[in-house]
């Protein structure tokens, strides 16, 4: 099992940035991937960004050049750091983790980009 904590969410002004952070315990022995998806009010949860094991990154287009995924050396925390918000980014943020063949998810945490 792994447990996930997201923080960093909040309300920010278009153009602005906000930096989320997830943090896995339990058995992160066997992580291979972590991420981020989100969901907008009325639509299907989309893929965001993934960062591997091995450093190896993914984005989805809408966000390539404005977020930057990163983790931490002990590969048990992962961040998304989101530039240049547009209030179409509005959704709740969910952390991702794949570990020895299941998914696990947080408990999102909502990204407002608003004037």
């Known amino acids: 099992q792994v447990q996930l904590v997201e923080s960093g969410g909040g309300l920010v002004q278009p153009g602005g940035s906000l930096r989320l952070s997830c943090a896995a315990s339990?058995?992160?022995?066997?992580?291979?991937?972590m991420g981020w998806y989100r969901q907008a009010p009325g639509k299907q949860r989309e893929f965001v960004a993934t960062i591997s094991s091995g450093a190896a990154t993914n984005y989805a287009d809408f966000v390539k050049g404005r977020f930057t995924i990163s983790r931490d050396n002990t590969q048990s925390t992962v961040y998304l750091q989101m530039n240049s918000l547009k209030p179409e980014d509005t959704a709740v943020y969910y952390c991702?983790?794949?570990?020895?063949?299941?998914?696990?998810w947080g408990q999102g945490t909502q990204v407002t980009v608003s004037s």
């Open positions: 991702y983790v794949g570990s020895a063949g299941y998914a696990y």
């Open positions: 339990g058995n992160i022995f066997n992580i291979y991937v």
